[in-house]
């Protein structure tokens, strides 16, 4: 346990150390660009991209550090309402500096769009709307199956797997999108 332990607090520390590295990064590229006056081009590249598996009972998230490298889970959101649930990611959005939010498009393995795709496609242009951020479809094929079977490896559970699945499902998800820029 004590090994465990240790290298929680280990890692905890790297986060820290990456994120203040990250906030390095960004105030020098900020004050490169104000000197060749390109500074809103930085900021806006730099912002964090929120990704959502957005499901029935849960969206899972996750969010990416601010040069778009790596992706960390956040807790779920359960949903109650649309209104509750967008008022709550808008919050999330503004306190992360989101710049983008990424959604996964239910696609089915032909290629085309899913069943759900219309809901998905709605929700997309309410956050739009309401939260006056940008929206772009990401496919989200077999990102679940993924999830699961690395929580199924993990040992973890029956009822935390559960519970984990959206939120994996969502870092793996952006993950795969930041890969390909």
Known sequence: MAIRDDFEV???QVRTALQ???LVLLVVAAFAAMLIGKADTVLVENARILALDLGKKRIGLAISDPLRIT???LPNLVRTNKRA???ALGELAQEREVGLVLLGNPMNMSGREGRQSVWVREFAADIEKRLGLPVRFWDERLTSVEAGRVLRESGISIEKRAAAVDRLSAVILLQ???DSL
Request: hydrophobic share 55%; no cysteine; aromatic share 14%.
């Open 85 to 87: 649930d967008l008022a």
């Open 10 to 12: 280990a890692a905890q």
């Open 71 to 73: 992706a960390q889970g």
């Open 176 to 178: 795969s999108y930041l």
């Open 20 to 22: 203040r590295f990250a």
